[in-house]
DNA sequence: CTAACATAGTGGACGTGTCATCTATTCCCA
DNA sequence: TGGGAATAGATGACACGTCCACTATGTTAG
């Protein structure tokens, strides 16, 4: 095992106040929505995804493109989300082991409560507090990392027996 | 309800991007450690805040304190890592109520072995990506937040009847 | 054409995290 | 000093997320 070197100060100072943050601010959107609404977090965001669209449908696999989830995840979540009447599940034509998730009125219309209170929320904790200058440092240094990790994972599908 | 001003696009990217760097980043710490180690990320955290410490021991409320949890997830998750041997508690003298979480031999063992690879992903993922003011940039921002985060959280307990 | 491979989605098992609730103890002040 | 409030911790119920294994369908190369 090669020496490895732990992190100077103001490396640990970035690392540490980065995880707090991001843990602190989740629970606070999430306990604000749960409080102010009936959708958890995960709900919000997939009911967001769908309206993006149209027609408000997506096929599972872009949705979970969309959000950045795994394929089960989203499967899991869609499952408890249909059982509360928030999407429905729709077969596809053209592909038949395909699904589609569509919105439903009732979604829709929780959605639009949960909205404002949730975007208020974000922007009391997160986005009003920082300058422009911030906002563009915070994006470049995500997207930057965010490449970083993309260009390491096709390494796994190359590695063939 | 008054009107709410959704994100700018500045402010959308800034916040999309930061969701979605802490989403991948904290899978692939995990996914590093189950891989490496027979320990999960919370798990390790908990180890490092114990060694932290000259005798190896924390009261479970300190623990909670030094990790952002809440005393309910410590006090869970200290029972499990106590069933699988990585820590011990033991009855608190000084306040009967109180029990001190210790960090056991193999504890110290298995922190030792995942501790190389953890570090080195850390850096290989995030840290030695970022300049010296860009790390300095987003501890300041998440500082900040956490200080409004703070700021705004005693007035539930001065809500009184 | 068909055999191998890739992809869409499901579902169970399990670890994790939150909330609410409960007991026991300690603190505090009238 | 006695009694109410705060605190330490445990616990049960439940939502969430990952891993893995599985089915079914689509794609492609020989």
């Known amino acids: 095992m090669e020496r490895v070197e732990w992190l100077t100060e103001r490396e640990e100072r970035a690392w540490r106040a980065l995880q707090f943050m991001q843990m602190r601010l989740d629970g606070e959107l999430a306990r604000q929505l749960a409080t102010d609404s009936a959708l958890s977090y995960p709900d919000y965001r997939v009911l967001v995804a769908l309206t993006d669209r149209p027609d ?17 995840r989203a499967s899991h979540h869609v499952a408890r989300m249909t059982s509360r009447g928030l999407v429905d599940k729709e077969p596809c034509d053209d592909d038949r ?3 589609f998730v569509v919105i439903t009125e009732r979604g829709r219309r929780e959605l ?3 909205a404002p209170g949730h975007v208020a929320t974000v922007r009391r904790l997160f986005v009003d507090l920082l300058s422009d200058d911030q906002l563009d440092s915070i994006a470049d240094v995500a997207e930057s990392v965010l490449a970083n990790l993309v260009r390491r994972e096709p390494a796994a599908s190359r590695m063939r027996l």
């Open 56 to 72: 408000g449908r997506l096929r599972l696999f872009e949705l979970a493109a969309v959000l950045g989830w795994e394929k089960s």
């Open 97 to 99: 082991r395909g699904a």
């Open 112 to 114: 639009a409560d949960a």
